[in-house]
């Protein structure tokens, strides 16, 4: 049962990068997370600063085992029962490459959990 728990899990959040999966130096890149908010709430977004990118293995990680710096500037929004927050890197470049956690609390048990992405850029 596990790994379908695992699988209705990932349906109710996911992290979209745009405009591509591989974005571009100079690029918009906008991170957006996206969570149903019946089960989700507190969503934020950090940097991630105590894993390296080779330690990816897992896309989710409980957000205590991560070093977290907070990324004020992300835009909330809630639509059609998700709500989702954007994060905007405009004109990306090598500095904002790296790990990116969209944490979300979820409602039944309070406990919060890290969605992990990587940004690295097409030079």
Excluded: H
């Amino acid at each position: 049962s596990s790994m379908l728990s695992t699988l209705l899990f990932l349906c109710d959040l996911e992290v979209i990068m745009s405009p591509s999966d591989k974005p571009m130096e100079q690029d918009d890149v906008v991170l957006r997370c996206k969570a149903d908010n019946l089960l989700y709430n507190q969503l934020a977004w950090f940097r991630v600063t105590n894993l390296s990118p080779s330690e990816l293995a897992e896309s989710t990680r409980p957000c205590r085992s991560l070093t977290l710096q907070p990324l004020p500037q992300a835009v909330l929004s809630n639509l059609q029962g998700n709500i989702t927050l954007d994060l905007m890197l405009p004109n990306a470049s090598r500095q904002d490459e790296g790990l990116y956690a969209c944490q979300v609390k979820n409602i039944k048990s309070a406990k919060s959990t890290c969605i992990l992405r990587q940004l690295f850029l097409k030079g």
